[in-house]
């Protein structure tokens, strides 16, 4: 165990008793379970970590709270890591980032010198001419700017997604946010407690409060006791509300998992950002936040230093000291920014200590140690003026420096949904206005910084809350605090320079000046030029000084000024959290039941589960032509009640469908079927279906399985505008369908359903009837989606299953069994029917897709009428074609390239393979695919690029591939 740490009950987080071994540089180090890679290294006396991002400066750690980027460090399969959030594991293996040699002895720090040569924008000025000179340039600037790499060979880890809904969302574990959540929790709410941190408590865990250092563990305990122990409560450690969204929507970031959070009410209570002091050489290792050296004490029981300075601009500076002089850190002098100093009873506190104070002077330069890895000493001068100093100054040894200039909330959550922040540059306090309604703010993210009157904030935020909700509760008195935390301007320009206001990307406050001069008088542009605040960190460090500066430049207040824009996500998120694997609700037809006992292997169809085809999967292929060829020959049973539904009733109803589909529907005749397919107002096919007419005022209309739900939402939203009389239901689950189809299908039909004439002249192709099923009353459709005679009957869907049933019984005679939609697939792409989505893409118009036929020009309207004609009077670029390729040549697969050239692999693409199978019924691989307009022509080749880059010569023919004169739906 090394030296550095400090005896019980110091170290919240850490489990003495188990030790832990990793590397960092080649170099073996321990600690001990609940140590971060930063803790760990301080407690064995390392501080160096990383380089900086442009100059390739020493860089340890800043807040030990992950809110900077000071600590990024590469794991073995994971770059930018930051070390003072992430927790050691046996045998991890840690190096240091962006550097060229050693992290010791970085070869690329000379960088540091050139800093004359490389002013704020300067890569928009230097790399843009002549000509191409940028693709010289960008791999050596890339390599130097580089901050880890990625692990190529990395197997990814199971992550996933989860929904959680509650009463109350409180953001933040502080004594705010465990206020608030008791509060509201005791009232009968249920609450959803979220915080980044292993336990809870916030500045609890850490800050000291009172001189005489109880208060905080004992509210701690208490608070945190009654959360864990309360019912009404779900706790969520160690994640981070990643964003708001409207309606209090929130994606929580946990490990491996992201929960999508809904509540009704959210409180955040997030608390602030400690804020650091401008002057010469602030980023050398052993220069800190008040709130880090606070934080490795308490959490980790680590000794930071023998000797610090506290650099300060308020009274939290002087609690700081006497937790510092209390474990054993001698602190020589507490240098106050202000002129008048703490009150009396902290003056007192410090003095009984032995530490001296300096009133009105400033840390001017820190300096570093012969080798520049750690503070030796700061320049301290008194200050003379608005960021100016004396000319002399005094040397005051120390190995650690622990600074604090006041504090920023943590706004991001809430700007995100629309809160505006302000500052008052009199009293250098923020305020948060604007919250959307069901969104509250407590604690030190509402400029409340005295404990009682955080708590009290925490309760009336959540009284308000439980007032929104309609829940009874007491009413807590809201208290307003005078504390004052800000140093209005803790900016001290060096004429040396170095004086990072960004320490991400390096950027000194000359840089944030120069930025305004060139002409960048907004924040916004101050950030795009300059970069500033778009590292890693995200501005939680640099948003008000460079406010600050920005203001002071251009004549303005910091009000008028304002941050930088906040976006989601708050912290960097993986992309396997985004996505990982996620609930996928899933419906099941009503003869669910009887496919699996049919041996159906299902696939997901949307949300649906349907059959794929009937059997082991080990035999697709086989399966798949024996149930086509059952359908031709005899006859076979499909589940199709996936089809969406849609019921448009009303005086308007064949006004509407006209303008919604491109075909005509007001002649449409009662009692027949109509293909329909409809367009976006940009001309693009997005879904197909059947329109049935069953009176003057009233249509059933079919839809895609996927499609249906979109299809709904287009039509209530044009009918918001039209204003039409029309009633539109979607009735996709409240009816079941199945189809039954081959030349023996009539024959199925007539001995289930006798009120019904099935005749070809009583029942032609396309029509449309209505019987009954063993008293079960039935829609039937005549339609030839699979190209044989076919019905397609639509049923209640509580009586989905009896009339599967009892249509299988009356085929047996006929040796009819059920297929699944694999084959559907094979059969209708015979017939050279296009699946929307799957033979169409986003920018499909009917031109390309040959469906001319089914748009009707005559109609004044339609949507995407307009459209459709300029984009089919334009020249074409490509056309969806049926192709088919000997059989023994290897079967292109869907989404394989077509090209240009057969002799040029590398040469221009001009589509895509759509649907390709195996036909026994042609004896050939067909499929369909999009190809260049000059490739069209039937009897003419085209090259396909499919598995190991090998070509295959696809032949254009003319669909459809079987039964091109319909004979076969004309069976008597």
């Known amino acids: 165990m090394s030296m550095n740490r400090l005896p019980a009950p110091l170290g919240l987080y850490i489990t003495r008793e188990k030790t832990i071994n990793f590397m960092f540089e080649g170099q073996r180090y321990q600690g001990v379970e609940g140590d971060t890679i930063a803790s760990a290294l301080i407690a064995n006396g390392q501080w160096l970590m990383s380089r900086s991002f442009k100059y390739h400066r020493p860089r340890g750690p800043l807040t030990m709270a992950g809110q900077d980027a000071n600590t990024l460090v590469q794991l073995k399969s994971e770059p930018n890591v930051l070390a003072d959030k992430h927790f050691i594991r046996a045998d991890l293996e840690v190096v240091g980032q962006n550097y060229s040699g050693s992290l010791e002895n970085d070869k690329d720090a000379k960088l540091s010198y050139a800093g004359r040569f490389m002013p704020v924008g300067f890569y928009y000025r230097a790399f843009y001419k002549p000509m191409g000179i ?464 049919l041996g159906a292997h299902m696939i997901p169809a949307g949300i649906w589960r349907r059959p794929a085809y009937y059997g082991d999967p080990i035999n697709r292929d086989k399966l798949i032509q024996e149930e086509a060829k059952m359908v031709r020959n005899a006859v076979g049973m499909i589940d199709v009640s996936t089809l969406g539904g849609l019921e448009v009733r009303g005086p308007d109803a064949a006004e509407f469908v006209n303008r919604i589909y491109t075909f005509g529907f007001l002649s449409q005749p009662i009692g027949k079927t109509r293909y329909a397919v409809l367009t976006n107002e940009q001309g693009v096919v997005v879904d197909d279906g059947v329109s049935c007419r069953i009176s003057e005022d009233h249509y059933y209309i079919t839809a895609t399985t996927t499609g249906v739900d979109a299809v709904y939402r287009e039509m209530t939203k044009w009918n918001a505008q039209w204003r039409l009389k029309v009633d539109i239901a979607n009735v996709t689950s409240a009816f079941s369908a199945v189809n039954v189809a081959g030349p023996l299908a009539r024959n199925v039909l007539i001995k289930v359903c006798s009120d019904v004439d099935f005749s070809n002249e009583s029942f032609p192709y396309l029509a449309y009837r209505e019987g009954s099923i063993d008293g079960v009353p039935v829609r039937l459709l005549r339609v030839g989606f699979v190209g044989e005679l076919g019905y397609e009957i639509h049923m209640p869907s509580l009586f989905g299953e009896g009339v599967w049933d009892r249509l299988m019984d009356a085929g047996k005679e006929f040796e009819m069994k059920p297929f699944g939609v694999e084959t559907q697939r094979l059969l209708r792409l015979e017939k050279g029917h296009i699946i929307v989505s799957q033979d169409t893409d986003g920018m499909s118009h009917p031109g390309e897709l040959s469906l001319n036929w089914a748009v009707n020009r005559k109609k004044p309207f339609f949507i995407g009428s307009r459209s459709v004609d300029i984009v089919m009077a334009r020249k074409q670029t490509r056309k969806l074609v049926g192709f088919k390729l000997d059989s023994k040549i290897i079967r292109p697969k869907e989404g394989h390239l077509v090209l240009a050239n057969p002799d040029r692999p590398d040469c221009a693409i001009t589509g895509n393979v759509t649907s390709s199978e195996y036909s026994s019924a042609i004896g050939a691989n067909i499929g369909m695919a999009f190809v260049g307009v000059d490739q069209q022509e039937v009897g003419s080749t085209f090259p396909i690029r499919v598995d190991n880059g090998e070509i295959v010569m696809a032949e254009v023919v003319k669909l459809p591939f079987y039964d091109a004169n319909n004979i076969r739906q004309e069976v008597l």
């Open 134 to 597: 940028w693709d010289k340039w960008e791999p050596f600037i890339r390599k130097k700017a580089g901050l880890g790499f990625a692990d190529l060979t990395f197997k990814p880890v199971y992550h996933d997604k989860a929904y959680l809904f509650h009463d109350l969302a409180v953001i933040g574990a502080g004594p705010a946010g465990l206020a608030a959540a008791l509060k509201a929790a005791d009232a009968g709410a249920s609450v959803l407690l979220v915080d980044e941190n292993p336990i809870l408590g916030g500045a609890l865990t850490y800050h000291r409060f009172d001189v005489e250092a109880v208060r905080a563990n004992e509210l701690r305990t208490q608070l945190t006791e009654n959360v864990l122990n309360h019912s009404n409560i779900t706790i969520l450690n160690n994640a981070t509300c990643n964003g708001w969204f409207t309606d209090n929507y929130l994606p929580i970031i946990q490990g491996s998992r992201m929960y999508k959070a809904r509540a009704k009410q959210c409180i955040v209570a997030s608390g602030a950002f400690e804020q650091h002091v401008v002057f010469r050489n602030n980023d050398v290792p052993g220069v800190v936040m008040s709130s880090a050296a606070m934080r490795l004490m308490s959490q980790y029981a680590i000794k930071p230093a023998n000797k610090a300075v506290v650099l300060t601009g308020n009274d939290d500076g002087y609690l700081c000291a006497l937790e510092l002089v209390r474990n054993g850190v001698e602190v020589p002098v507490i240098i106050d920014m202000r002129p008048s100093g703490a009150n009396e009873t902290l003056q007192k506190a410090v003095a009984q200590q032995g530490i001296n104070v300096r009133l009105n002077a400033t840390v001017y330069e820190a300096l570093p140690s012969s080798d520049k890895k750690r503070l030796s000493a700061v320049q301290v001068h008194d200050i003379t003026g608005k960021g100016q100093v004396s000319i002399g100054g005094v040397t005051v040894p120390c190995d650690l420096l622990c600074m604090s200039a006041g504090y920023m909330p943590v706004y991001q959550l809430l700007c995100q949904a629309g809160a505006k922040l302000s500052y008052s540059d009199d009293s250098a306090r923020f305020s948060l206005t604007n919250l959307p309604k069901n969104l509250y703010v407590a604690g030190s993210a509402n400029g409340v910084h005295e404990l009682d009157a955080v708590i009290s904030d925490g309760q009336f935020a959540a009284y308000q809350s439980l007032t929104s909700l309609g829940i009874p509760s007491s009413e807590p008195e809201k208290v307003l605090c005078a504390k004052q935390t800000n140093f209005p301007w803790p900016i001290f320009k060096h004429p040396k320079g170095k004086d990072f206001v960004d320490f991400d990307e390096d950027l000194q406050a000359k840089d944030i000046v120069n930025a305004t001069r060139l002409g960048y008088r907004d924040v916004q542009l101050v950030k795009r030029f300059s970069t500033v605040g778009m590292g890693p960190s995200q501005g939680r460090h640099s948003a008000l000084p460079t406010a600050r500066l920005v203001a002071e430049a251009t004549n303005r207040t910091v009000t008028e000024t304002g941050v930088t824009t906040a976006r989601p996500p708050f912290v960097p998120e993986k992309l396997a959290n985004i996505t990982g694997r996620i609930f996928s609700p899933h419906k099941y037809t009503s003869m669910h039941k009887r496919h699996l006992e």
